[in-house]
């Protein structure tokens, strides 16, 4: 009898080890104002996540353009799709107190990664820089984020299929009335040329901003630095445009690009 009682015992404990960040993690905050996830800010958050979540947002919605070096070229163009994906913990105070959900059941992730998809144009203005502009907003939901980018052409050398480009970016955060946010970055990028693929690694740095205007809360502003190292490949078949990066970061991610070019 006692055998059985200790054995039915380590089965519970088993069972809800199993569970423990479902039966004991995290309770999503709900609200039923937006039909998606949603950026609201809770009494609960505390400094300490707050200064995470501003940190971590960096790396999120930091400008990757999934481009090579190479210069576009004067007034050549590109317009694109892109899906920035990022390995956040959506269980973990930094996020969960900063989002409300539809339901109880409705997490910020479906899957293994924060994905934020949107469109993206660039355009070369000489032959050594190119601008570009990107812009989001999450459907259903209070947030978007609009961005910029400058490139400047360090080297092209097309004979040895060699480039290197310097990068500077800002995107900002739009729509929730209970922050505000902006990620600022400057990259170092170099490619070569292999047919239509173009193979690049990237250094970046970032610096990001928070600032809380919340009435549910009382945290002081956050700034935060960080960095990440980029391996990519982008490819060019006539008009179109494709791009996947692997980003190395306290966030690791995957992102993808199809897009058209003239």
């Known amino acids: 009898m006692i055998n059985g009682r200790v054995t039915s015992g380590v089965g519970v404990f088993l069972t809800l080890t199993a569970f423990a960040p479902q039966a004991f993690g995290q309770v999503l905050h709900t609200n039923d104002r937006w039909d998606e ?27 990757r353009p999934l481009a090579s070096a190479r210069p576009l070229g004067r007034k050549h163009v590109e317009v694109a799709l892109l899906n920035w994906g ?22 910020l992730m479906d899957g293994s990664s924060l994905y934020i998809p949107g469109l993206m144009a660039r355009a070369g203005i000489t032959d050594r820089i190119d601008v570009g502009a990107y ?23 097309p004979e040895r299929r060699l ?36 193979p690049y690694i990237a250094l970046s740095g970032y610096m990001s ?41 306290k966030v690791p991610g995957v992102s993808l690009k199809v897009g058209f070019g003239l």
């Open 37 to 63: 996830c949603a950026i609201d800010l809770h009494p609960s958050l505390t400094q300490q996540a707050w200064s995470r979540f501003a940190s971590e947002l960096g790396i999120v919605t930091y400008f």
């Open 86 to 107: 990022s390995r956040i913990d959506d269980a973990d105070p930094a996020w969960n107190d900063t989002f409300s959900h539809p339901d109880s059941a409705h997490w």
């Open 135 to 157: 812009i989001t907003r999450s459907p259903g939901a209070n947030y978007g984020f609009i961005g910029g980018q400058l490139q400047y052409s360090l080297v092209n050398d």
């Open 163 to 198: 480039a290197a480009a310097g990068r500077l970016s800002v995107v900002t955060l739009y729509g929730p009335d209970e922050m505000e946010a902006s990620t600022f970055g400057l990259e170092f990028v170099a490619s070569t040329a292999v047919s239509v693929i173009e």
């Open 209 to 249: 901003r928070a600032r809380e205007t919340s009435p549910d809360v009382d945290l002081d502003n956050e700034t935060a630095f960080g960095a990440q190292a980029t391996a990519g490949v982008a490819a060019q078949v006539s008009v179109l445009r494709l791009g996947a990066e692997f980003n190395l970061a």
